[in-house]
């Protein structure tokens, strides 16, 4: 009995560590077989890693704390009910990977949302399943009037990924509920997003069609642009913002950068940390090929990096070729990369609608309750291909027999009597006409840029001179109620005799008005301050200054504890940010950039690392800085500080030259 036991509880252990393995998780059903439901049969794969001796199917098994598959009252079960419970939980459409987590409450949790039958349920309701119809029919219905009407590119479709919207949906209208009002976008690809605008945070039509009617704008500015949205959520009666960030080309991982940064600067200026989400979506071949998405999440584990969890959606795509080619690929999912910090991964069939609704449904909560990183991944397909790509053909052959989902879909809930085939045909011909009365009114609506902007800067150049120059001096008071305030500033920690001797030497300096370039840079920021600006200060081995002994955050030699006065002295007035960051150029620049284009009233400043390196940054540089406004009209204040300029130690370490910045902004 005891052996019986034991045998058991390590079938269970598997199916929670290895289950996703065996889910049918794949569209196509080439790489996965399709899900039997309420099967007791252990699959294959577990069989010999089990090593199970015969076990009697009706043999009783007490579970443990460590499952929830008995619910909340069934404590004993037959081994057949284990098994096929287990199969349902671990090898449906939904596969799990959270095993990793070192967190026993984190694991607990997510064993609930997945093993307790009664949780999963309630996704199955009938309201929810009209919601998903409901937006299914909109969405295919778009996407006819964008490719026949609007003559669309086919790459800019949603076909094979219709489930993302509705998955999106759910996502805003949970966290809406639970008090979240802005939402961030970011997108490195423009599958979709045009009907992501439109469906999911529902952007006027008539404004979204100008673009496609008017002015003939080249194909990557119709689908790249940013946008801001302002609507009532079905959750609250309250406002809820949507910004979509501007596109990044398809072939380089930088939009999820761009979103942190956002979402972090609306955190410090809004204050409510809880009430803005970031929203990155992906593609698998740039997540699992490019160390980008890597970077950002080592980074959000820094404070002045932490964003409360960032959503990432990857469209993982089985018609690509590294789904099927095993030398495109360097590990087993392409979200492995989430492994690194401790992120649970809810692979999902977008062929089930209402196991995508769950999935993202439990994505949410968890952020919600443990304010970390989530990842959805989303396995999709394309539909259509373009000439020069050479797909094999038992897979053109296996895309054009697929059913599209909404036919599926709408016959599951008809053949369920949730839904009648009248019903469906006149939501067809609502949103049809819907459409066509859009289109009209855009030929009577102007382009106005302003639409296209995810982050406006709002008043900003209202009542000033376009060639005014303000005055920027420093008035003497104001130097001498600093120097007072900075000498009287109550130091509790044990400093380092040298550094403080160095501080004081710098402060007696300036009392003479003799000002050192620290010392400079210190009056400047406390200028700033003390006007209400933001001042965020990063870079590598920033806060002491180990090239130019800046020392804003003094540390005690005796114990972990620290102190900065410009932060303490000016913590009523407005934020100073010193940070050191990890050694990834490309990543701190992305989020930094980001957090510049939110609000104008912020000094952000970012110091390369050995001061003057810019190449592995250089994407970000070309793109967001050097092009931003006349590709993408957007405005961005940030500073880079680079000040060796040519006086480096070579080449590699000395890329910042002066003329290649000049190049870059030259508009001659």
Known sequence: FVTDQMQMHRIISLYQIRGHLMAAVDPLEIKRRSFVKNNARLPEELQSLARTMPLDKDQMIFLTANTFIGSQNQKILTVNEIIKRLNNSYCNTIGVEYMYIPSVDICQWIRKQIEDPNQVQRMQSTSV?????????????????????????????IEGCEMLIPALQVMIDIASAQGAQTFVLGMNTNRARLNILANA??????????????????????????????????????????????NTPEYVECAELIVAGRTKAEQVFSEEDAKIWPIAVHTDAITNGQGTLFETMRLSRQSDYYTKGVIHIVLTDHTAVPAYDENANCCYYATDVARAVMAPVFHVNSRDPEAVAYAMKVATEYRIKFESDVVIDLIIFRKHFSSQEQIPTFLERRVSKMVPLIETYSKKLIDEKIITKYEVVDQIQKFENFFEFNVAKAARTSFDKEEWLDTPWKRF?????????????????????LMEKFVKYPLDINVHPDILREVNERISMMQQDQLTWNGAEFLVFSSLLEEGIHVRLVGDEIDGGSYKNRHYELKAIDEERSRNPLKSIFKDHANFTVTNTISAELAVLGFETGFAQTNPKALVIWQSHKEDRTNVAQFIIDVFLAAGESMWSRQCGIVCLLPHGLEGEGDECSSARPKRFLQLCSDD
Do not use: C, W
């Open 201 to 246: 945070f529902r952007k006027p039509l008539n404004h979204l069609f100008v673009p496609f009617t008017k002015f003939g704008l080249p194909d990557d500015a119709k689908n790249y642009f940013g946008s801001y949205i302002k609507k009532v959520s079905s959750a609250e009666a309250l406002p809820t913002e949507f910004f979509v960030i501007a």
């Open 129 to 157: 399943k009209k919601m998903i119809l409901e937006s299914l029919i909109r969405i295919t219905r778009f996407q006819e009037f964008l490719k026949n009407t609007l003559l669309v590119k086919r790459e800019a479709l």
């Open 461 to 481: 150049f209202e009542e000033k001179l376009q060639f005014e120059i303000p005055s920027t001096g420093i008035i003497k008071s104001f130097f001498s109620q």
